[in-house]
Structures are given as C-alpha cells and as structure tokens.
C-alpha cells in the first residue's frame, strides 16, 4: 500500500545535527513532490520544505532556511531533511507528506499522504 | 508570507450538529487550499483540496466552498468520529501557510 516512513528523530543538543528520512513505498516516489511539515508540541501545523519530483527545485520556510536541507534519493525511494543548528524551537514531530499532482480539473499541491510522524527534541 | 486567519479556535457541538469552520486569507489565492483533519497522536488527514473537491474515501458530509480569500469547511451532520482539530492550507505560493486549526469537541 501507499506508505511514507520517517525515521531518525530522537534527543538532540541545541547548535547539533540530525538528519532525518522518509522512506516510500506503494507509488512511483519519482513523480511526486514531497514536503516536510512540522508540529512542536501542542501546538498548530508549520510547512518546512518541499522539493520537486526532480530534486530541481526546494524552497523553505524562513525559520530553517539556512540551516535545513531537503533533498530526495529517487533510486532509493526516500526524502532526506538534513537539520543543522538546531535549536529549542526546532522540537517538533516531523511529517513528510506527498504532494498531489494537478489534474485537468483541480491544481495540484495538498498533501494526500503522510507518514506516521518523527519526534525531535532539542534539548541540553 | 500569506496569512491565514481560522476561525473559531475551538467548537463544541453535539452529535447531528452542522459546524462551519472559516478560513481567510491575507490576500487572494483562488481555489488553492485544503483541509485537514487531525486526531491526537495522528497524523492529518486530508478532506478536501482546491477548496471543494472531496477527497477520495472522504465522507459526503463534509463540504468546502470559497475562493479568493474567504473559505468554509462545513460538517452538515456532526458524527462522533469527527471531533478532531481541523486545519486549512494555502498552497499557493511559498511559504505553504496553515491555519492555527480548530478544535471540534463536544458539548
């Protein structure tokens, strides 16, 4: 079936690295942009990243630009999201999501699948 | 960066209830937003997309409507498997923005 798995979150110090990963499966990885999106505890939904089918192009939010790189592997099937200088504020659950595609009637860009979610704690 | 202003922050309803929850937008973005339900420990869940179209497996019961800046997401008859936070998205130009997402609980 249609499947993202993240994984590699975990406890972290602040100014640290970390990346994490996306791992697809169930549809051909290759044709999709794929984004990060991230919710600190209890708190709302804030877009981090997408990157295009390609890898042509990636666009960020200001607060990790700089600092963040998103960044795919189309022969693995997976989505990458290089975290550097980490900071409290970067505590979150990180969620990869698919994009959908435009189609004849509607534009493409709403998120049709995520993953399960992995936490990242900045902390010292 | 396109501001996206939900409202209300939180709801209580009753089973049967009809619930709208609105979304505007600090300028025009045409039909490009979604909705999104989320429940506790879960991932969202995506309802709709270019502003009214129902996502597959989605039940009828939720609609959405607007353009331009002004949108609606309407549940016409509340079910308790629906009592979740729901979030809109713009995506119509970067930074992709989400409403601060209302909290449907009930009454």
């Known amino acids: 079936q249609v499947q993202l798995v993240e994984s590699g979150g975990g406890v972290v110090q602040p100014g640290r690295s970390l990346r994490l990963s996306c791992a697809a499966s169930g549809f051909t990885f290759s044709s999709y942009g794929m984004h990060w999106v991230r919710q600190a505890p209890g708190k709302g939904l804030e877009w981090v990243a997408v990157i295009w089918y390609d890898g042509s192009n990636k666009y960020y939010a200001d607060s990790v630009k700089g600092r963040f790189t998103i960044s795919r592997d189309n022969s693995k099937n997976t989505l990458y999201l290089q975290m550097n200088s980490l900071r409290a504020e970067d505590t979150a659950v990180y969620y990869c999501?698919?994009?959908?595609?435009?189609?004849?009637?509607?534009?493409?860009?709403?998120?049709?699948?995520w993953g399960q979610g992995t936490m990242v704690t900045v902390s010292s | 960066a396109i501001r996206i202003t939900q409202s209300p922050s939180s709801l209580s309803a009753s089973t049967g209830d009809r619930v709208t929850i609105t979304c505007r937008a600090s300028q025009g973005i045409s039909s490009y937003l979604a909705w999104y339900q989320q429940k506790p420990g879960k991932a969202p869940k995506l309802l709709i997309y270019a502003a009214s179209t129902l996502q597959s497996g989605v039940p009828s019961r939720f609609s959405g409507s607007g353009s331009g800046t002004d949108f609606t997401l309407t549940i016409s008859c509340l079910q308790s498997e629906d009592f979740a936070t729901y979030y809109c998205?713009?995506?119509?130009?970067?930074?992709?923005?989400f409403g601060q997402g209302t909290k449907v609980e009930i009454k």
């Open positions: 999501a698919r994009e959908m595609p435009a189609t004849v009637v509607t534009p493409g860009g709403a998120f049709d699948i």
């Open positions: 998205q713009q995506y119509y130009t970067y930074p992709q923005t």
